[in-house]
């Protein structure tokens, strides 16, 4: 399933040959934020539903990974870092003003799954991580000749990342092998990674229409004031 793995989406590709602008690096930094920030809340939602204290002692890990503690910041303020790396204010990343209705709405139904759905099979959709070192791992390789207006002070998430990606696969895997062992609940756990992929190939789709199509949502509708936005709001 690598091969529909968000790396191989256009923007993504792009993205990692240096051929995007600022404007659309940055707005893959201010909407992957919305996720970011969004990663403990499912993790919380997992640990809600699981029984299982042993699993739960190894799982509220990824929380403290993204929220932080005492003497470690987490990894949501490292995006906030790179956000201001790529010129961003933490202001406009945190009160997610730039965030696409589509990348939002893909987000949201991520942590909705993670609420409802088996705790198993909300963990293992986690397996997407299988592929994030790799990625993250090329970014610190390739961005600084690529993009050499990004201070690199910004790349400490993907540098933490890649430890922390593969321990927490390891543990992904190891439920997943553990719960899903005939083969309806193998085709099951497929069914659960190929949404997970969808999900944030649907991000990226909302993405390359707004930065690269520049056709952000609304971009063919009248502007505010126009005798048709006055018509519309009479309607």
Request: aromatic share 12%; proline share 5%; hydrophobic share 40%.
């Amino acid at each position: 399933m690598e091969r529909f793995y968000h790396i191989h989406h256009p923007f993504h590709v792009a993205m990692n040959e240096g051929g995007l602008d600022r404007e659309a690096v940055r707005g893959w930094v201010a909407n992957r934020f919305y996720y970011q920030i969004q990663i403990p809340r499912k993790d919380a939602a997992i640990l809600a539903n699981c029984p299982d204290r042993e699993v739960r002692r190894h799982w509220i890990q990824r929380i403290l990974d993204h929220d932080g503690r005492e003497g470690d910041e987490g990894g949501i303020e490292a995006w906030l870092r790179l956000g201001e790396a790529v010129g961003l204010t933490r202001e406009e990343v945190t009160d997610l003003r730039h965030v696409l209705p589509g990348v939002r709405f893909a987000v949201d139904a991520y942590v909705r799954f993670a609420r409802t759905a088996p705790w198993q099979e909300a963990a293992a959709s986690s397996l997407t991580e299988l592929f994030a070192p790799t990625i993250h791992q090329k970014r610190l390789e390739n961005w600084p000749a690529l993009y050499p207006w990004i201070d690199a002070e910004g790349y400490g998430y993907f540098r933490r990342r890649l430890g922390e990606a593969r321990r927490d696969v390891e543990h992904g895997l190891q439920i997943t092998l553990d719960t899903f062992t005939t083969a309806a609940g193998q085709a099951r756990a497929v069914e659960v990674l190929q949404m997970k992929l969808d999900i944030l190939w649907t991000m990226l789709d909302a993405m390359w229409m707004a930065y690269v199509e520049k056709k952000p949502p609304y971009y063919s509708s009248p502007p505010a004031g126009s005798a048709d936005d006055g018509e519309r709001s009479g309607s």
